[in-house]
């Protein structure tokens, strides 16, 4: 996990005197619209009255309501405050209007907003800025072309997850996004979407074929599709373990889309209990070491570690252990997974070569999770580990152990006890793991966390929302809108000192999230940015948020306690705080 500044507002950052850890923080890579929407971003402010309109579009599409959509970062300003009336529209030549908002946030500062803008048909499109007052108002004030049909394809082909069965209990940790687990007898979902104006001149089929293994494909079903339409698929006659399923989208001569997914179907689900359970989660793909792919089975052959899962009847959600993420505790959703960090210190001083944490022991050589004890009442897993560099060094001999304690409703505990010297370190982070063939915003809403307090506060920043930090909260409340639900939270045993959100306006990056390739699973690739979406063929990780906190306690001497967030006092150490953890179902009162 690349760290970044956890200790400063971005708004308040002067990179002459403060630093990150010994780092001077004007060496850390960070977006061009660093300070808070609520100042302007331009060294020259707009002249008065001037309103300003801007569309960046990512290369991210999905089937939404209004058939394809593209994500987009729409940019506005205008002298007016917030809430002045102002109308968006998307606009197909000449008069056609695909998609209409009557906004609130655009205001005399430069502001951002994601919102996923349908593609359309083969005509010309742009965005307007009318108002104030809307359509009824003044006309046009602003406009900025609006060219989505780059790159978009005709027809998108969409799974829509199986949930009879939890991937961990199927054996399988992070499958890829063109492959699906069920129990035989399930009927498996597809949604498919095509464009006005498509080539091939036919109204549209979508033609489903099974390919079993070594065999030659069987046609499942042949069914007309406009605008989006949705597909039901019995699997009870399939008494293959693994068939493919060729979904293609034609018009006459043309193939408009062609998607092959993989179903691992069991014969029954298994009968799941609240517990913690020894495992031996698979990987399904090749694992990138360096130049290299490895099989999964061959970089574990002759070992005898094992995996660990916390499973939760009824739930989609599982807590997991796993080798592939260097045991790191993490939230297995169907869309993503989700962990809280780990004990993390200062990268490339003492030695070092990179990032110095547990997310370095690629082989688990110092990181090991064991059951403690697991009853029908209470599961306790144990989580222990050194801080290691890329090169696989101890550095200063620091190592932690956190022990996880879970109940029967998804609520638990983390206790973090860290073994350390001076320095920076940091031990709470959201960060979204991304399966391998997804992007973060497909599994997280950009109003990504909610923040609330005891006493009554609330803040729901929304990527993009620069400069975003809060502070003076008695404690912290942190709720993530990951996938469907239930949704991962974590309570702060006391005040944070800050908490930071990394919600800058990434519009040289490929999603609204930062992310990052180099864990988990992956082998031999430094700390580094993504920015190429090919990475995304591989798993990958996104940090949505720091809390900095102080620890419940603080000894000196060769003592054994450790806590959750930023630490740093000369001399071998150890500080304990515990956080409250767990799953929520979207529906339940806060």
Sequence with gaps: MFCLLAVLPVAAQVTDTYTYGNRPIDKLPKSHYARPEAEREWDEPEPAGERGLA??????????????ERLCVVEAWAPEPEGGGYCLSLVERPQNVLWRIWPRWIGPNQRMRPYWLPVGGAEQQHLSLLGPGGPGGTMGVAAADADLRTGALWALIEPLPAHSIHETDAGYALLPDPELVAVRGETLSLMVAVR??????????????????????????????????????ASANWRWAQPDLIVRVVSGCATLAERRLTVHLLGAAPQITFGARPANLRYALQVKDGDANRNWDDLWKGSDKRDVVVSFPGSDARFVFWRGTSYVGCWAFPEAWLCYEWLEAEPYFYGAVDCVEPIMDKDCRYSKAEIVGTTPARAVVKWSYALTDFEGKIIRDEHAEETFTFYPDGIGTRFLRGFYTSGWHETQEFIVINRPGRWPSQALDPQAITFVSPTGERQEPVWPKPGFS?????????????????YPFMVTAD?????????????????LFNSYPHWPVTRGMLTSWLTDPADFARPTHSNLANLVSDPIREESGDMTQSAPSRIGESGDMTQSAPSRIGIVSPDSPE
């Design 55 to 68: 569309l960046h579009a990512k290369d991210l599409f999905r089937i939404g309501e209004s058939g394809i």
């Design 196 to 233: 006005p104006g498509h080539p091939g001149g036919d109204d549209p089929e979508v033609v489903v074929l099974l390919q079993p293994p070594n065999e030659a494909p069987r046609a499942l079903c042949r069914e007309p599709v406009r605008g989006r339409r949705q597909l039901n698929l």
């Design 470 to 486: 809060l502070s003076g909260w008695p404690q912290v409340i942190s709720i993530l809108r990951l996938g469907n639900g239930p």
């Design 495 to 511: 005040a944070p000192s800050q908490v930071k959100v990394w919600a800058d306006p990434y519009l040289d990056k490929p999603d």
